[in-house]
């Protein structure tokens, strides 16, 4: 289907409670006085694959087509990109920041975070070439202690990980470099399975962040619940979006 007709569905009815199965027939008519019913139906069933309307009734649509979400990466994140990608060709590798949560979080944290996973065999040579070549507070897979006693007193730590297989990662590209950035699924899914180091964002506050990140930006739940799974988080996530954002995983179109 034309990205433009797409665009321009969802500028027709965005402002609609809804609208009926005539009306988005009689939508096409104006451009294609000679679509069929049987390929009006298709056009519906990609309408919904690509999560731009939604079933709400028998017959009945709303737009719920929501942007992908792009953030502002710091110029500390642009450096660490530039580090990795002049050391290392072809390595795997995502990094984010927390300061990308107040968007969503309903208490601005002043515990800033950025998180660098990567490649396991390529842990720990990237963690001493960082440390040695940036000034910068650098921690390695910390544990409780470290989290507790060190990161915790850190202005601006530097969190590297070992990065898990297939996990959803896109490329940011602009002037400054090229980065492997986190996606929301996967920010969303480390949140939730990494309680030890975003202990700030548990409780209230991760309800807050699910909710807003759900209504306000196109989510892939099948990448979400994939990852999900490879990090054996998610029936407790599929619990715990149902009982906090009730009815919504029956209304999911899985792309």
Do not use: C
């Not at 979080?105 to 720990?124: L, R, W, Y």
């Amino acid at each position: 289907m034309p990205k433009v007709i797409e665009n321009k569905i969802i500028e027709v009815f965005k402002e609609r409670k809804s609208f009926d199965r005539d009306e988005l027939f009689h939508f096409y008519l104006e451009s294609e006085p000679d679509l069929k019913e049987s390929t009006f139906s298709w056009r519906i069933y990609d309408l919904k694959k690509k999560d731009i309307i939604k079933t709400i009734g028998r017959g009945l649509y709303v737009i719920s087509y929501k942007p992908k979400y792009k953030p502002v990466l710091s110029d500390s994140v642009f450096k660490i990109a530039r580090k990795t990608n002049e050391r290392y060709e072809d390595i795997k590798y995502a990094v984010w920041e927390t300061e990308w949560l107040n968007e969503f979080s309903q208490h601005q944290t002043s515990n800033e975070m950025i998180v660098v996973e990567v490649e396991k065999e390529f842990a720990d040579s990237l963690y001493y070439y960082l440390n040695d070549t940036m000034r910068m507070d650098f921690f390695l897979n910390p544990d409780e202690k470290e989290i507790q006693f060190y990161i915790s007193e850190s202005n601006v730590p530097v969190v590297i990980k070992n990065l898990v297989t297939r996990a959803p990662i896109i490329k940011f590209e602009n002037k400054k470099a090229v980065v492997s950035i986190a996606t929301l699924e996967k920010i969303m899914v480390d949140l939730f399975a990494d309680e030890d180091l975003f202990h700030f964002y548990q409780g209230s506050e991760m309800i807050n962040i699910y909710e807003k990140i759900i209504d306000r930006y196109s989510i892939n739940f099948t990448k979400l619940f994939s990852y999900a799974k490879r990090r054996r988080k998610e029936q407790e996530i599929k619990q715990f979006i149902s009982n906090h954002i009730p009815n919504f995983l029956e209304d999911i179109q899985y792309d």
